[in-house]
């Protein structure tokens, strides 16, 4: 017989140390090769957090996908060995699924690892607050603390697809009427504008539309077709010709029906009997104003709880009341600073005294200016703003000389728009509404006064808003302070900073949003990233000096994303020229 040579690594076979060979285990059961670690110094986690769902409003909505990251540091002198990153949900529902167990084999010191834990939600996903337990654990036993995701999903949010109204046409081409005056006679060939709307709280997907008649003698051309996307409030048209013929002789509303589906099928028009008579006019065409209802919401976006200091998270807020000392000098500068958070007979505005008390050492002792004045709470009383901004008497105008000097006014507060919103105004701490344009003062004065006080300079701050609702963040409800709360602000026309190279205005949010604060630093959102910016976060190109463009850029980019994780959408504006130097440090 002849034999065969077998390499010697066939016969040898390496077993873990502490392993025993058992000749009665069945051959075909399947050995498990753990890895091997060696200790030799402790490893030092820490862990940054972050989380984000796809449309940034920090709650996951039915088909919403997010991220939990965490950027895991080893500060330590010996490697992390064997990490297993965990997450634990104390609620049950099975359209709710959180990304499985991540392993990481090991993180030397000084080093960091990435990890990214899927969130999702289905289409049938319930309301409800879910507590998601972070556990990091390491081979040694150098475990970290556990810390917690709250976060929230939401259940499918209805469009629903509505008829507003229509139009008929029996003049031009493509019609053919007996009487030409916009009623539907048998016989006539005409053109029907149909309106519809989405007054629902979610996007209707690729709407499509049927009109047809149960009638042989209704004649209907283009009675199918697609709309597309509606969004929350939008109103679409549908045109279709129609024709009766003489055999028609009913006389209340014809058997012509309308026909609605989106891709969920929920919130259609199954079939709509259409307000279309003979020789009657259709009914006058109403559309709602509509929005995204969630205030229903109240607080609940995502936010991380932990109580170790080795965790911290993208929300976690610097300190800002550390103020940076620099050698910057505004020679000829006066600011006045302003803020208002307790008002006598509406809702305190939270964080307001603290922006400004904030806001006058950064001008003070981070800018140079020359003379800061500070107002606060029931300093701001009776006719305060005529008492400062008077153009003959106002204490502000006698200390500008005209030409030379550079005036910054900075105003944390309510802002009080009047019900046609025509006029907005800044609020003394004991004002009445009934008196608004008494003893509030226009924003539109305001800036005309300060035009024309002859400065070498203007730059207005504004940590309000003016849509008649209170701050709101991730624990403050907002609340409707002016009782005009959704009110549309109508700018002027012409404006200072328009013909005014020199006039500047720095405003917390667009006038369709409320302002936010930022629980972690005690501030508004606006104020703390307008006070980080000049701590040098803002000095984009590193030269040691902010430009107004830099300033501008950092906040409105990071109030913008922020804003999105604690409580909507808040975008900063600014208004004028930023061609010049802020401050240097």
Same mark, same amino acid.
């Given at each position: 017989?002849?034999?065969?040579?077998?390499?010697?690594?066939?016969?040898?076979?390496?077993?873990?140390?502490?392993?025993?060979?058992?000749?009665?285990?069945?051959?075909?059961?399947?050995?498990?090769?753990?890895?091997?670690?060696?200790?030799?110094?402790?490893?030092?986690?820490?862990?940054?957090?972050?989380?984000?769902?796809?449309?940034?409003?920090?709650?996951?909505?039915?088909?919403?996908?997010?991220?939990?990251?965490?950027?895991? !540091?080893?500060?330590?002198?010996?490697?992390?060995?064997?990490?297993?990153? @965990?997450?634990?949900?104390?609620?049950?529902?099975?359209?709710?699924? $959180?990304?499985?167990?991540?392993?990481?084999?090991?993180?030397?010191?000084?080093?960091?690892?990435?990890?990214?834990?899927?969130?999702?939600?289905?289409?049938?996903?319930?309301?409800?607050?879910?507590?998601?337990? $972070?556990?990091?654990?390491?081979?040694?036993?150098?475990?970290? #603390?556990?810390?917690?995701?709250?976060?929230?999903?939401?259940?499918?949010?209805?469009?629903?697809?509505?008829?507003?109204?229509?139009?008929?046409?029996?003049?031009?081409?493509?019609?053919? *009427?007996? $009487?030409?005056?916009?009623?539907?006679?048998?016989?006539?060939?005409?053109?029907?504008?149909?309106?519809?709307?989405?007054?629902?709280?979610?996007?209707?997907?690729?709407?499509?539309?049927?009109?047809?008649?149960?009638?042989?003698?209704?004649?209907?051309?283009?009675?199918?077709?697609?709309?597309?996307?509606?969004?929350?409030?939008?109103?679409?048209?549908?045109?279709?010709?129609?024709?009766?013929?003489?055999?028609?002789?009913?006389?209340?509303?014809?058997?012509?029906?309308?026909?609605?589906?989106?891709?969920?099928?929920?919130?259609?028009?199954?079939?709509?009997?259409?307000?279309?008579? =003979?020789?009657?006019?259709?009914?006058?065409?109403?559309?709602?104003?509509?929005?995204?209802?969630?205030? @229903?919401? @109240?607080?609940?976006?995502?936010? /991380?709880?932990?109580?170790?200091?080795?965790?911290?998270?993208?929300?976690?807020?610097?300190?800002?009341?550390?103020?940076?000392? &620099?050698?910057?000098?505004?020679?000829?500068?006066?600011?006045?600073?302003?803020?208002?958070?307790?008002?006598?007979?509406?809702?305190?505005?939270?964080?307001?005294?603290?922006?400004?008390?904030?806001?006058?050492?950064?001008?003070?002792?981070?800018?140079?200016?020359?003379?800061?004045?500070?107002?606060?709470?029931?300093?701001?009383?009776?006719?305060?703003?005529?008492?400062? /901004?008077?153009?003959? &008497?106002?204490?502000?105008?006698?200390?500008?000389?005209?030409?030379? !000097?550079?005036?910054?006014?900075?105003?944390?507060?309510?802002?009080?728009?009047?019900? #046609?919103?025509?006029?907005?105004?800044?609020?003394?701490?004991?004002?009445?509404?009934?008196? =608004?344009?008494?003893?509030?003062?226009?924003?539109?004065?305001?800036?005309?006064?300060?035009?024309?006080?002859?400065?070498?300079?203007?730059?207005?701050?504004?940590?309000?808003? /003016?849509?008649?609702?209170?701050?709101?963040?991730?624990? =403050?409800?907002?609340?409707?302070?002016?009782?005009?709360?959704?009110?549309?602000?109508?700018?002027?026309?012409?404006?200072?900073?328009?013909?005014?190279?020199?006039?500047?205005? /720095?405003?917390?949010?667009?006038?369709?949003?409320?302002? =936010?604060?930022? +629980?972690?630093?005690?501030?508004?959102?606006?104020?703390?990233?307008?006070?980080?910016?000049?701590?040098?976060? *803002?000095?984009?190109?590193?030269?040691?000096?902010?430009?107004?463009?830099?300033? @501008?850029?950092?906040? $409105?980019?990071?109030? +913008?994303? !922020?804003?999105?994780?604690?409580?909507?959408?808040?975008?900063?504006?600014?208004?004028?020229?930023?061609?010049?130097?802020?401050?240097?440090?």
């Amino acid at each position: 017989m002849r034999k065969i040579a077998l390499p010697l690594f066939a016969f040898l076979i390496v077993f873990n140390a502490n392993a025993q060979f058992d000749s009665n285990k069945s051959k075909s059961q399947k050995v498990t090769l753990k890895p091997q670690f060696e200790f030799t110094l402790p490893p030092n986690l820490y862990v940054e957090m972050d989380f984000s769902d796809d449309n940034g409003n920090g709650i996951i909505e039915a088909e919403e996908k997010a991220k939990l990251i965490l950027n895991i !540091t080893n500060k330590g002198d010996g490697p992390a060995q064997g990490l297993k990153v @965990k997450l634990t949900s104390d609620t049950q529902d099975s359209e709710f699924k $959180i990304g499985d167990e991540k392993y990481i084999r090991q993180i030397p010191p000084k080093s960091s690892e990435r990890v990214e834990m899927n969130i999702e939600a289905g289409f049938n996903v319930k309301s409800n607050e879910h507590k998601i337990q $972070i556990n990091v654990t390491e081979h040694f036993g150098y475990d970290m #603390d556990p810390a917690t995701l709250v976060l929230n999903t939401l259940e499918y949010q209805k469009p629903e697809l509505v008829f507003s109204g229509m139009d008929i046409y029996d003049r031009g081409e493509g019609t053919g *009427a007996i $009487i030409a005056d916009g009623q539907l006679q048998a016989g006539e060939m005409v053109k029907m504008k149909i309106i519809v709307q989405n007054i629902g709280n979610n996007v209707a997907e690729n709407v499509q539309y049927t009109v047809k008649s149960t009638d042989e003698n209704i004649f209907i051309k283009d009675g199918e077709g697609i709309i597309g996307n509606m969004q929350i409030g939008e109103v679409k048209e549908i045109w279709v010709v129609v024709s009766p013929n003489k055999r028609v002789t009913q006389t209340d509303n014809l058997p012509v029906y309308l026909k609605l589906s989106n891709s969920k099928n929920v919130g259609d028009i199954k079939a709509l009997q259409l307000p279309l008579a =003979l020789n009657q006019r259709p009914p006058k065409t109403e559309t709602l104003a509509v929005k995204a209802d969630f205030d @229903k919401l @109240k607080q609940q976006v995502a936010r /991380f709880e932990y109580k170790s200091d080795k965790y911290s998270s993208k929300l976690s807020a610097k300190s800002v009341d550390a103020v940076p000392s &620099t050698n910057y000098k505004r020679p000829n500068s006066v600011a006045i600073v302003i803020g208002v958070e307790d008002y006598k007979n509406i809702p305190p505005a939270p964080y307001a005294k603290h922006d400004a008390e904030i806001m006058a050492r950064y001008f003070k002792e981070a800018m140079g200016i020359e003379t800061v004045i500070t107002h606060t709470n029931n300093e701001v009383t009776g006719f305060f703003f005529v008492n400062i /901004f008077n153009l003959k &008497t106002g204490k502000l105008n006698k200390l500008i000389t005209p030409g030379a !000097t550079d005036v910054f006014v900075y105003y944390s507060g309510h802002g009080i728009p009047e019900k #046609d919103g025509k006029e907005v105004y800044l609020f003394p701490a004991d004002g009445q509404l009934e008196m =608004l344009d008494v003893m509030g003062f226009s924003l539109n004065k305001l800036y005309n006064n300060l035009n024309s006080m002859g400065a070498k300079s203007v730059t207005v701050i504004l940590d309000a808003c /003016f849509t008649g609702s209170s701050r709101t963040s991730a624990t =403050l409800t907002a609340e409707n302070v002016s009782n005009t709360k959704g009110v549309t602000i109508k700018p002027r026309e012409v404006q200072p900073w328009q013909s005014n190279d020199n006039f500047r205005v /720095f405003s917390s949010s667009r006038d369709d949003q409320t302002s =936010l604060g930022f +629980d972690e630093a005690g501030t508004g959102l606006f104020t703390y990233y307008l006070a980080l910016g000049m701590q040098g976060e *803002a000095d984009e190109n590193k030269d040691n000096t902010i430009s107004v463009t830099e300033l @501008k850029n950092y906040v $409105i980019n990071n109030v +913008d994303a !922020t804003s999105r994780k604690i409580r909507g959408q808040q975008t900063p504006q600014f208004f004028g020229n930023d061609g010049s130097v802020w401050m240097e440090y």
